[in-house]
C-alpha cells in the first residue's frame, strides 16, 4: 500500500473543522499530510504547516501558490482538501480541479447552483474526483440505514422529518461577535444562513438514506434575533422523486442542543431513527412489531456498514480517539513532557494486585483482604 | 515537529484491538508505524506489515526477531505497543524495556503482581516509559471528573460505582467457541476471567478520577455457565486509602448490554456519572441543587479536558472517524474503486439548488417550488 | 368536603379514553360516580354503568335520556364529562350547558368554528364552565414551563417546535379496520385527520406554554396511504400574537414512536424541552449555560407545578397508579378471587429476614449466612 | 359492584406516602374512604379526615379508637391501611388482623423476624388479608417480566441486578435535620437504614420477577456520612434458591439520582431491564439477537401486564394523573375558585379555527393565512 499525498487549503490553527481533517486523513495512514496553505496570514499558515510536519518548500502562503507549486511537481498531491470560508469554495475548488486534482471540498460547495453546475461539468470533463464533506453520511449506522431502504427492509419511504438545530448563536449580546456574525450577513454568507450552514447536511441526508432526490420544496425561514438579515430558524418542507414527504427543520437559537442532528424515515413497512449523539445505534422497528435497536458491529449487517465500522462491536465511536489521546499523551512524554493522567506500570501493577486479591477473597467467601501490590504497601 | 517512529507486536488482521491501535497512533500523525511483529504466524503477519505499508526489513516474524532488529538500528522505534495474548505481556513488555524502548502494553500488563512489580523496577532503573491501555482515562470527560475531584468540586469521595457490563459471553451455545473458551480457562486466561478482562478497566478509572488508590476488597464470583472454570460474573466491594468506599460489578454474560461501562462518584457536596456510550456528557449534581450535563467542549473545563476535545462542541465524539470513512472512501476512489456513498459535486449543486430554492419560496410565503438544478430536470 | 357528583357521556367498556376519565375523576375522590349514558348501545351502557357501581335511575340508554333525568333531579350531577364520538360533541355539550350543568368536553370540542363560537357564547350567556381535556397541560413540569415563561425566565419565547407523533395508523394492511379508518373518513372526522386528533393538543400546549395565540398559519398535508381521503401527517407554521415562531409536526404513521408528544420552547435567554414520556423532567438550559434538569417535586418550582405535584419527589409520576394496581388486587382478593402477584406477609418477614441477616453480615465482615426466616427453612 | 369501604392509618397530612394511597385506593372507585386516624396528633388527624369526606364518629384519634369503633359497627371497614411509623407496623397490623380485618401495611412490615413470623400465623389463623405495599411489582411491565420468566421465554435466570439508590440525604449539613436524622438513628428506625428503607423494595423485586426466593446473602454496609449509626449506603450479593446470583445496590447519597430504582435479569437465553422512571418500557434481548423494546400495552402481553394496563398503548404512565389534575382545577372551578390554566371553550374553539384554517392553507399550498377564531380578532 503505497501512501496518497494530501494536501489542505484553510484548517489554519483554531480553525474549527482543520482537526476533523487532520484526524480523519491521517487515521487510516493512507493520505500523508505533505503540503498546505492553512491560512489566510500567510506566515502564521507556513508556520503552523511546519509544526504540523510540513516540509518548508510545501508550506505555501496562499492556494495560488499552492497550485502553482504543486503542479509543478512530479509527486504533487492526490488530494486536496479544501476547508476555506465558503465564499471561496467555488474558485478554488475549480481551479485544482482544472489543473488534474481531486478535491474534497468542505461544504456549502458553492454559493450559487450555476457555480455548482460549473464544477459538475468540470468533473465530467476532467474525469477528477470532486467529493463535499456531508461527513454524517459515512457513520456506519447511516450506510445500515440506507442499505436497508435500498433493500426494500422499510418499503418504500413514505416521510422522512429530519433535524439539524442547535444554539450556539442564540445569544443576542454575542450577535455582533465576528465569528457568529458573518453568518447572518449576506455580505459574507451569501443567501442564506443556518438552512445553508447545517440544514443542508440534513437534506443530504434525508436524499442519501432515501436514496432519492428532492423535488419540490416550500419553506419558512425566520430570523428570530432581529438584527440578523439572513435566517437563524427555517422549516422547509419537501417532496422528493419517489413521492416521499419531507420534513426538515434547522435552528440556531435553539437553546440548550448542542447537536441535534437526528432523522427519522417512515416507509410502507417499518422505520427508523438515528441520531449523531448516539451514533452506534439504528432504531428500527417493524410495521405491527417491536422497536429493536441495531447495534453498529453486530453479525448481520450490510456490506457498507459492516465496512465503515471501524472497532468491534464492544467499542463505542469516540473509543478509537480515546486510544489516540493516549499515544498524544505518550509522544509528549516521549518529548519529555510530563503528562500525569497516562497510566503506567504502577497502574498495571496494582490492577494485577486487586485480581490476585479477588480471587482469594473471593474463595476465602469475601473475607476482606489488603490489594495493595507489596512495592507500594 | 518530527514523527517519532513507532512499531506493534501483536494486532494481527482481524484481531479485536488492532485497528483501534493503529486509529489511535496514526490520527494526530505524530507516529510513523514502521515497524511490526504482528501476528503469531510469521508469513501472515509479515504480508498484513507489507499491506500496511511497513517497509519489509521491519516486517518481522516474531517479537524476538524484532527486538533483535530494532535494536540493531540507528533508527530504532521509539515505541512499540504489545497488543499480543495476555500472557506474554510480561516477557515482550520486560525485553524491549530493558533494551531501551519505550513500551505501551495493552491491558492486563502482566499475569502475576510479581511480574508487575518487576516491571516497575525495570522502568526505574531504565527511566524507560511503560505505559498501560487503560485508554477510558484518556476521554476528555472522565479527564474533566477527575479535575473536578481535585479541585474540590464534589468534596472528599464518599462513594464509588463503576460497572463494566456486557452480554457477548452469554451465549452457553457459544461458549466452547475458542475465540470465547479460553477468557474462562485457567491455562490460558490465568486467575480470573472477566474481572481480569473487563473488571480492571473500572478499578483504574475509579482510582484515576478519585486519584486515590485501592487498600482493601472483598469480591463475590460467579460462573453462571458453569462449564466455566472462571468467574463470568463479579462484584468487588473494596475501600480506598482515603475511605472512599466503592462498589464495583462486572459481568460477561449481560444479555443485552452492549458495553455497559459506566461510573458514578458520589462525594460531600456532589456527585457525578459519565457513560461510555455518552462520552461527550459529565452528569453533574451539586448537593441540594439541580443535577447539570457539562459538555465536552464548552467554556471554562478544566484544562486537561479541553486539551483532549479534539472536535469543537457541536461534534460528537466519533466525528473525526466519519470523517476518516470519507477519507477511506476516496482514496478507494482514487485508486479506482467505486464508492457509490461517496457525496460528490453532484451532492453539492443540489444542496445550493434547494437553498436557493428555499430562499425563494420563503420570501414568497412558502410557496412551493423546483428545487432541481437545472442539470438534473 | 362535599363530594361533587359527576357523570359522563361515553365512555362504554373497551373505549379508549374512558377509563383516564374514571381513574382521573375518582382519584382524589373529589366526584362521585353517579350518572351515566356510556354507551350508544343503550343496554349495554345501562349494563356497564351498573357494574361501575352507578343506581339503576341513573344509568341511562342515551344522552338525551340522560339530560331529561338529570334536569328532574334536585341532587342533579355538577359535572358532565362528553367522550362521546367526535361529531356528536356539539350538540350534546351545547344542550347540558344550556340545562344549567357544567361540561367537560373531550377535544375536539367542535366540528366548526361556527359551533364552537356557540359554545363559547353560551358559557357567556349560561356562567356554566366548559372545560376542553387538555389534559397535557396539567402535568406539573408543564405548569412549571408555563409560570417560567410568565415569570420571563427564558425571556421571551422566539420559537416554538412542537411533535406529537405517533405510527398506530401505519399499517397500509389495517388501513380498513373501522377503528382507524373512520379517522381519515371526511364523512365521520370532519375536515381534517391526524390535525384535529392529536395536532390540536400540541397547539394547544405551545399556546399554553408560551402564554399567547396562533395568530397567522401554513400548512402542508398528507396522506402517506394513498386510500386517506385526510391527511396522516401534517406539518404547520405558524406565528403567535406576540411574533414568536411556531412549528408542529403530527402523524400517524411515524412506525415506531408510540407516543411522540414533545415540545420545545426557545426564547431570549434561556430554552427547555418536556416529552410527555419522561414527564417528570423539564430540561432546561439558560443561554450561555449548562442544561439543567428540573425534577418535578424539587424544592422551589413555581406554585402552579408544585400544587398538581401529587406524589414526593422521589415517586415518579405512574407511581399512584402502580398503587393503585395494589387496591385492585386487594379488592378481587376480598372477593374471593386468588391476586397470586399480590405481595403478603410472606414477603414481609422474608425481607425481615434479610435486612437482619445482611445487618449481621456486614458486622461479620461481609459473611455468608442463610437469609431465610425459620418458618421458611 | 359494591364498593368496598376503607380506612386508613396514619398518611396525614403532609405525609409522604399518604396521597399515594388515597388516590390508589380511590382511582379505580371499589373503595370508599370511610374511616382513618391518620396522625399521631388526635385533633389534626380528625380534621384533616373530615377535610377528606370523613364522617365525624369515624375519623378516630388513634388507632386503638379505630380498632374499638369499627369492631363495634356493623359496616366495618373492609380493608385497613396501615401508614405508620415503622416501628408501630407490628402492633397495629397484628391487632386489626386478629380483630378480624383485611390490612395492607407499609413496608416493611415488622422491626424483627419473630413479629414477622407471628403477623404470618395469625394470618393463617384468621384467614384474613395481609398485604405488604411492594407496589412496584405491581407495574404492567413488571408483571410481564415475571410472566416471561415462569413462561420459559429467557431460560433460568442466571443472574438478577437491582438498585435502588437515590441522593435525597446525601448532604451532611442536613443530616440533624429530624425528618432524615431518625433513619439513621437504631432508636427510631431499628437495626437498618438505607436496606430497611428501599434495599428491600429491589430484593422483592429480584424475588418477584425471578420467582424465586433469596436463600444466602452477604452484605456490606457503610454510613458515608459519618455521624450516622445506620448504614446509608448497601452492597448485598445474595444467592437464590434456584442458584440465581444477586446483585443488589442501596444508597441514600448518590446525589444526583431521584429514584434510581432498575432491576436487570440476564437468563440463559436472554435478558431484560425495567427501571422505574421508564416504566412503560421492558427492554428485552433474546441470547444472539437484537434488542427489542417491550410497550405497555402492546398486543401479545401475558395477561397479567395486560390486566394491569390501565390506559392504551399511545398514553404513557402517569397520564390519568395529568386528568386528575384536570378534574381537581374543575372541582376548585365550580367551587368559584379560578384556575386559570383550565382549558376552557375558548381553548377549543382557536382549536377548530386552526384546524380550518391549516385545511385551507393546505389546500391552497401552504398560503400563510389567519387562523384566529372571528370572536377572537
Same mark, same amino acid.
Given at each position: 500500500?503505497?501512501?496518497?499525498?494530501?494536501?489542505?487549503?484553510?484548517?489554519?490553527?483554531? !480553525?474549527?473543522?482543520?482537526?476533523?481533517?487532520?484526524?480523519?486523513?491521517?487515521?487510516?495512514?493512507?493520505?500523508?499530510?505533505?503540503?498546505?496553505?492553512?491560512?489566510?496570514?500567510?506566515?502564521?499558515?507556513?508556520?503552523?504547516?511546519?509544526?504540523?510536519?510540513?516540509?518548508?518548500?510545501?508550506?505555501?502562503?496562499?492556494?495560488?501558490?499552492?497550485?502553482?507549486?504543486?503542479?509543478?511537481?512530479?509527486?504533487?498531491?492526490?488530494?486536496?482538501?479544501?476547508?476555506?470560508?465558503?465564499?471561496? @469554495?467555488?474558485?478554488?475548488?475549480?481551479?485544482?480541479?482544472?489543473?488534474?486534482?481531486?478535491?474534497?471540498?468542505?461544504?456549502? #460547495?458553492? #454559493?450559487?447552483?450555476?457555480?455548482?453546475?460549473?464544477?459538475?461539468?468540470?468533473?465530467?470533463?476532467?474525469?477528477?474526483?470532486?467529493?463535499?464533506?456531508?461527513?454524517?453520511?459515512?457513520?456506519?449506522?447511516?450506510?445500515?440505514?440506507?442499505?436497508?431502504?435500498?433493500?426494500?427492509?422499510?418499503?418504500?419511504?413514505?416521510?422522512?422529518?429530519?433535524?439539524?438545530?442547535?444554539?450556539? @448563536?442564540?445569544?443576542?449580546?454575542?450577535?455582533?461577535?465576528?465569528?457568529?456574525?458573518?453568518?447572518?450577513?449576506?455580505? #459574507?454568507?451569501?443567501?442564506?444562513?443556518?438552512?445553508?450552514?447545517?440544514?443542508?447536511?440534513?437534506? @443530504? #441526508?434525508?436524499?442519501?438514506?432515501?436514496?432519492?432526490?428532492?423535488?419540490?420544496?416550500?419553506?419558512?425561514?425566520? !430570523?428570530?434575533?432581529?438584527?440578523?438579515?439572513?435566517?437563524?430558524?427555517?422549516?422547509?418542507?419537501?417532496?422528493?422523486?419517489?413521492?416521499?414527504?419531507?420534513?426538515?427543520?434547522?435552528?440556531?437559537?435553539?437553546?440548550?442542543?448542542?447537536?441535534?442532528?437526528?432523522?427519522?424515515?417512515?416507509?410502507?413497512?417499518?422505520?427508523?431513527?438515528?441520531?449523531?449523539?448516539?451514533?452506534?445505534?439504528?432504531?428500527?422497528?417493524?410495521?405491527?412489531?417491536?422497536?429493536?435497536?441495531?447495534?453498529?458491529?453486530?453479525?448481520?449487517? @450490510?456490506?457498507?456498514?459492516?465496512?465503515?465500522?471501524?472497532?468491534?462491536?464492544?467499542?463505542?465511536?469516540?473509543?478509537?480517539?480515546?486510544?489516540?489521546?493516549?499515544?498524544?499523551?505518550?509522544?509528549?512524554?516521549?518529548?519529555?513532557?510530563?503528562?500525569?493522567?497516562?497510566?503506567?506500570?504502577?497502574?498495571?501493577?496494582?490492577?494485577?494486585?486487586?485480581?490476585?486479591?479477588?480471587?482469594? !477473597?473471593?474463595?476465602?467467601?469475601?473475607?476482606?483482604?489488603?490489594?495493595?501490590?507489596?512495592?507500594?504497601?
Amino acid at each position: 500500500m503505497t501512501k496518497l499525498k494530501w494536501g489542505m487549503i484553510g484548517g489554519g490553527e483554531g !480553525s474549527q473543522i482543520g482537526p476533523a481533517h487532520r484526524l480523519g486523513a491521517q487515521a487510516d495512514a493512507r493520505f500523508e499530510f505533505v503540503a498546505g496553505a492553512l491560512d489566510h496570514r500567510a506566515d502564521e499558515g507556513r508556520a503552523y504547516a511546519g509544526r504540523l510536519g510540513i516540509a518548508a518548500d510545501r508550506a505555501y502562503g496562499d492556494w495560488q501558490e499552492m497550485l502553482a507549486g504543486e503542479k509543478a511537481r512530479r509527486d504533487r498531491v492526490d488530494l486536496v482538501t479544501v476547508a476555506t470560508p465558503n465564499a471561496t @469554495h467555488f474558485e478554488i475548488t475549480k481551479s485544482f480541479l482544472e489543473a488534474g486534482f481531486n478535491v474534497l471540498c468542505e461544504k456549502p #460547495m458553492t #454559493m450559487t447552483v450555476e457555480e455548482g453546475e460549473e464544477i459538475v461539468k468540470v468533473v465530467e470533463k476532467t474525469g477528477k474526483i470532486c467529493a463535499v464533506n456531508y461527513c454524517y453520511s459515512a457513520y456506519p449506522m447511516v450506510r445500515q440505514a440506507r442499505a436497508m431502504v435500498r433493500a426494500g427492509e422499510i418499503g418504500k419511504p413514505r416521510l422522512v422529518v429530519t433535524n439539524f438545530s442547535h444554539g450556539h @448563536h442564540g445569544d443576542a449580546t454575542d450577535a455582533d461577535n465576528p465569528r457568529v456574525r458573518w453568518r447572518y450577513d449576506p455580505a #459574507m454568507a451569501g443567501v442564506s444562513g443556518q438552512f445553508a450552514d447545517c440544514g443542508i447536511h440534513a437534506l @443530504h #441526508m434525508a436524499s442519501f438514506i432515501c436514496d432519492d432526490q428532492v423535488e419540490t420544496l416550500s419553506a419558512d425561514f425566520a !430570523s428570530t434575533i432581529p438584527s440578523r438579515v439572513l435566517e437563524d430558524d427555517a422549516m422547509v418542507n419537501f417532496r422528493m422523486s419517489g413521492g416521499t414527504v419531507g420534513r426538515l427543520w434547522t435552528s440556531s437559537v435553539a437553546i440548550g442542543r448542542q447537536h441535534g442532528f437526528d432523522i427519522q424515515v417512515f416507509g410502507e413497512t417499518g422505520g427508523f431513527r438515528w441520531a449523531s449523539e448516539q451514533p452506534n445505534q439504528l432504531i428500527y422497528t417493524p410495521v405491527g412489531g417491536r422497536t429493536q435497536i441495531i447495534e453498529k458491529g453486530e453479525g448481520g449487517l @450490510h456490506a457498507d456498514a459492516q465496512r465503515l465500522s471501524r472497532v468491534a462491536i464492544a467499542h463505542p465511536e469516540g473509543f478509537p480517539l480515546a486510544v489516540a489521546n493516549i499515544y498524544c499523551d505518550l509522544a509528549d512524554a516521549i518529548a519529555g513532557e510530563t503528562r500525569d493522567g497516562l497510566p503506567t506500570a504502577s497502574d498495571g501493577v496494582r490492577s494485577m494486585a486487586a485480581v490476585h486479591t479477588a480471587v482469594a !477473597s473471593a474463595k476465602a467467601q469475601g473475607a476482606w483482604m489488603d490489594a495493595r501490590p507489596s512495592i507500594f504497601k
